[in-house]
């Protein structure tokens, strides 16, 4: 009864229907951004499970019965054991971190001095297992924190307190403008979900506000949207400084794919929020959420990192990346998925060049490019030369990410298909033979018009605004990561927009 719906579901999820034409299975999915209130398919999930008694003819019936005598199906209570047992491993595993960092944690406080540091362990450790208890088996209900005594000894004090954030005191702001409402009924009650959100994740806390974050929001997906807060206009992202870090791009996911490569996608749920922010500026990173909520009287102030502050990308990104590599794991390891051999390099030059290979790529024992993962910001790409190692390298990430106390949304969860959709601004199929790049044709679209409106000027007036050439070049640059044979076109915008200049 339950099993054969679900085996329609996974067959044609490899984007095997061609009875209908479907713009995502031809173009691959529009937007690599999800909606954060996205279903979760656990059909999909069920269904991998079930196909392993795919030709067992009584299996339906079983499954029957087990639900009439249980109230529920044998997969959601094999769950429910399954999500206890972590609970219980967390708790296992931390008593094991006190034992080891602090061998007399257990003596009661008046025979020992608790040093701040075994202090700070507990009142984290406390934080920890309180989520854990409120998750389920699909979701970090009551928000997440990292688990930080699984992360490694030099990154361990940065997976609790939040990584160091470089700044200048005497230059902190004292912003207190009262936060106004947004004029649109519709976006002002998502506003207000989302904050209660982080409120009931405890994400945000009272405390002492010695300065306001205002917000606003931009689109994000279909019919949602995405709230930033803005550091700039209260003054902090001057008194902040964050190292320069480069995002991998189309062509750092062309290294690791070749004609047959499967891909998938993980995405990270709340994804700065999975991180503390920096104490030390908690203070700094006061909200006024009375135009939402007028019986709260205080201002409340973030405990996360924060969209908006210009620290948050650089520390995010770089414990997401630490997570990464204990992910990958060791590469010499065959029963890892992402196991390689060797590094080919393919130059320019050589004798045996291929203009079919990517220049630089690992290659696994059979010959072919190894599995791997790319991450932007919060969307890993993961590849896999055959089905069941992308799902096997796709299981191996995701669940570090749990072991570490990130969030796998499962909810945005992307299957894998040689057409995978939108990845960093780009789509890349790697069937047919082939491997193909392209933008979604609304961008394309965009793209053109945004060009046929400066040739239009440059034949007529001759003048062009510069705020508006300003940002019909940043849009081109976005497109030209795709594709890069249009870059020397874009000279002529560089130098017109630096035409002001002295020397020019």
């Not at 047959?260 to 996608?265: E, L, P």
């Not at 990346?321 to 080919?344: H, T, Y």
């Not at 849009?475 to 890069?484: E, G």
Request: a positive charge.
């Amino acid at each position: 009864m339950m099993a054969a719906p679900l085996f329609t579901v996974e067959s044609t999820c490899g984007c095997e229907n061609e009875e209908a034409f479907d713009p995502e299975a031809e173009f691959g999915r529009e937007k690599a951004a999800k909606n954060d209130d996205a279903g979760i398919s656990t059909g999909l999930c069920d269904a991998r499970v079930w196909s392993l008694w795919q030709h067992d003819t009584s299996l339906s019936a079983r499954i029957s019965s087990f639900e009439a005598e249980f109230g529920q199906g044998p997969l959601e209570s094999i769950r429910g054991f399954l999500l206890a047992r972590w609970r219980r491993n967390v708790c296992r595993i931390f008593r094991r971190f006190l034992v080891g960092a602090h061998p007399r944690w257990h003596l009661r406080p008046r025979l020992i001095s608790f040093s701040s540091e075994l202090l700070r362990d507990l009142e984290a450790r406390r934080d920890c297992l309180s989520r854990t208890a409120g998750a389920s088996w699909w979701d970090w209900e009551q928000g997440s924190r990292l688990f930080f005594w699984r992360w490694p000894a030099e990154s361990r004090v940065w997976a609790r307190d939040g990584h160091p954030v470089y700044h200048q005191a005497h230059l902190l702001p004292n912003y207190r403008t009262c936060q106004p409402p947004e004029h649109n009924p519709e976006v002002r009650e998502q506003v207000a979900k989302k904050l209660s959100k982080f409120r009931d994740r405890g994400y945000m806390e009272r405390g002492a506000v010695k300065s306001l974050t205002p917000y606003f929001t931009v689109p994000k997906g279909d019919g949602d949207v995405r709230v930033v807060f803005d550091g700039t206009r209260s003054g902090l992202n001057d008194s902040l400084w964050a190292p320069p870090f480069v995002l991998p791009t189309i062509s750092s996911l062309l290294r690791a794919v070749e004609p047959g490569t499967w891909m998938s996608d993980i995405d990270i749920g709340e994804m700065f929020y999975n991180f503390s922010l920096d104490p030390a500026l908690q203070e700094c990173c006061g909200v006024d959420l009375c135009p939402y909520y007028p019986q709260v009287t205080s201002w409340e102030r973030w405990t996360r990192c924060v969209m908006g502050i210009k620290s948050s990308p650089h520390g995010c990104t770089k414990m997401e990346m630490l997570g990464e590599e204990l992910a990958k794991g060791d590469s010499s390891v065959a029963s890892n998925p992402f196991a390689f051999q060797s590094i080919r390099l393919n130059l320019p030059g050589s004798p045996d060049y291929s203009l079919a290979l990517p220049w630089v790529s690992k290659v696994c024992s059979t010959g072919r490019i190894a599995a791997d993962v790319k991450t932007y910001v919060d969307d890993k790409r993961v590849t896999g030369t055959l089905l069941a190692v992308c799902n096997q390298a796709t299981r191996r990430a995701s669940s570090m990410l749990t072991y570490l106390g990130i969030q796998d949304a499962c909810r945005k969860r992307v299957l894998a298909s040689q057409r995978a959709g939108a990845w960093a601004g780009s789509i890349c199929h790697s069937d047919a033979d082939q491997v193909t790049v392209r933008v979604t044709p609304d961008k394309w679209t965009k793209a053109k018009l945004q060009v046929q409106a400066l040739l239009h000027l440059a034949t007529t007036t001759n003048q062009f605004d510069y705020k508006e050439l300003e940002s019909i070049r940043g849009f081109l640059i976005y497109v030209v990561r795709t594709y890069p044979a249009f870059n020397p076109f874009l000279k002529g915008l560089h130098l017109m927009l630096d035409s002001w200049r002295p020397g020019r």
